[in-house]
């Protein structure tokens, strides 16, 4: 049996476009209705980012911290501005010799409660001000400069979907989910009637991604020797 060798099928928006107006069982016709299309695919990228649904768009920020200096921006850079941080630690560099320092995380109102803000030491939390520019702020600020660098994995924006001939910054296996998402979200304006079904088929595409989206790590079982200890 000869195979296609292949490895190469991607969509771009106007493919999801036409493949979401089809499941919708209309026709897409005019310039107008890419623009709505394509609006409604940015505002469903949006939700899968409240929704956590873009673990590959995961990044390394790290930031260089200065002595007495508690608060710093994370990112200024649009295109790399980060929606959360996952998580954080301090590298503490004392001359050849690295140590990673588990950062513990501050809600507002607790970072709030703290009175001494002021005090310094080696830092072992955190906080994040989600603006529109985020800053996180440590607790106690450094006590010393160039030892500790902040190193963060943060959650970035996905890219937009613009000119229909644009390809999306996806994984292969979250297209289905992307193609059933968006014929939901046409169906509210254009297909009421279909709304319920294609609904139904979203939620459960998007369960199936999230589910491979999700960390894994290893399992094992240990058998217990217990009994036969007893023995």
Not at 69 to 82: G, L, V
Not at 105 to 125: C, D, V
Not at 139 to 151: E, F, L, Q, R, V
Request: charged share 25%; aromatic share 10%; hydrophobic share 35%.
């Amino acid at each position: 049996m000869a195979t296609s060798g292949s490895k190469d099928f991607e969509l771009d928006v106007a493919d999801y476009v036409e493949e979401a107006f089809e499941r919708c069982g209309i026709e897409l016709r005019t310039g107008y209705d890419l623009k709505s299309s394509t609006r409604s695919l940015n505002l469903m990228l949006a939700e899968w980012a409240n929704r956590g649904l873009n673990q590959w768009s995961i990044k390394e920020k790290t930031v260089d911290m200065v002595k007495d200096t508690k608060t710093y921006n994370i990112d200024s850079t649009n295109a790399t501005a980060p929606i959360d941080v996952l998580d954080v630690f301090i590298r503490e560099t004392v001359g050849q010799d690295t140590t990673d320092i588990p950062m513990t995380r501050l809600s507002r109102a607790e970072y709030a409660h703290i009175t001494t803000k002021s005090t310094t030491g080696k830092p072992n939390q955190f906080f994040i001000n989600k603006q529109l520019t985020p800053t996180i702020s440590v607790w106690p600020a450094p006590d010393k400069s160039s030892t500790y660098t902040i190193h963060m994995n943060v959650l970035t924006r996905m890219d937009d979907a613009d000119a229909g001939a644009n390809t999306l910054d996806l994984p292969f296996r979250f297209y289905p989910c992307l193609a059933a998402g968006l014929a939901y979200y046409l169906s509210l304006k254009r297909a009421p009637e279909r709304t319920q079904m294609l609904k139904a088929l979203y939620e459960e595409e998007f369960a199936r991604a999230l589910a491979q989206d999700e960390d894994r790590a290893s399992f094992r079982v240990s058998p217990s020797l217990r009994s036969y200890n007893n023995a």
